[in-house]
Structures are given as C-alpha cells and as structure tokens.
C-alpha cells in the first residue's frame, strides 16, 4: 500500500496549487481519504476528506470555498485543488485513508488505515 502526495510549492497570497495523492495497494474509491495539514507549531489536523466513489465531501470551516476535493478513479488519484491561498494554509500536506469516516479534525497518525508522506506548501509574499 502506498500514498504519495505531490504538488508542494512556495505561493503568493491569494494565489493557487494543486496538490495529488496517488494511491496504490487498496480500492481507495471506497475508502475516506484525506488530506491532513500541519501547520508550524501545530498538530496535524484533518481538513478535508472525500469518498471517491460517491464524492461525500467535507471541509473544515477555514479551507471551505477555497479548498476543493476531486478524484480520478481511473488514475487512483485524489486532488486537492487549493485556491485563494492564506498565508495560515503554510504547512505539510499529508494524504491519509481509513476504511470508515473518522472524520476532519485533529486524529493521531497511527487512527488512520495508511498514511502517505508530507508535501510542503507554503504561502509567502
């Protein structure tokens, strides 16, 4: 099983990124995938997830309108399209999967099935 996330990269204020995770090893379709951020100097925290085969969405109030969630299930791929970007959104990206809805929010690492490395964002002028 594996997640590899890619997409980092410096951005302006108010500028965009999109970021990939590849999955391989697992249906992802039908499992919660996630993207977790860790900001400096704060734990990581869930803030989006979808469920690919049926695009159940959910974001944490401070991504929703700038942030959106799609898949392409033929490439195993789920993106997270990242827009009106914020100086606060500086941080590591993480991709992360379970098998049921954990839920956005604050979960260790070892809560979620797999769990992807980070890719850096970071929102500078």
């Known amino acids: 099983v594996q997640l590899q996330a890619s997409g980092r990269g410096l951005v302006q204020p108010g500028g965009s990124l999109r970021l990939s995770c590849a999955a391989s090893g697992f249906i992802f379709s039908s499992y919660w995938m996630y993207w977790v951020r860790q900001a400096p100097g704060k734990e990581r925290e869930g803030i989006a997830s979808?469920?690919?085969?049926?695009?159940?969405?959910e974001y944490v109030d401070s991504v929703k309108g700038r942030f959106t969630l799609s898949c392409d299930i033929a490439k195993n791929t789920v993106y997270l399209q990242m827009t009106d970007l914020k100086p606060e959104d500086t941080g590591v990206y993480y991709c992360?999967?379970?098998?049921?809805?954990?839920?956005?929010?604050?979960?260790?690492?070892?809560?979620?099935?797999?769990w992807g490395q980070g890719t850096l964002v970071t929102v500078s002028s």
């Open positions: 979808i469920v690919c085969e049926d695009d159940r969405t």
């Open positions: 992360a999967g379970h098998d049921n809805a954990l839920g956005i929010g604050i979960h260790p690492e070892y809560e979620y099935d797999y």
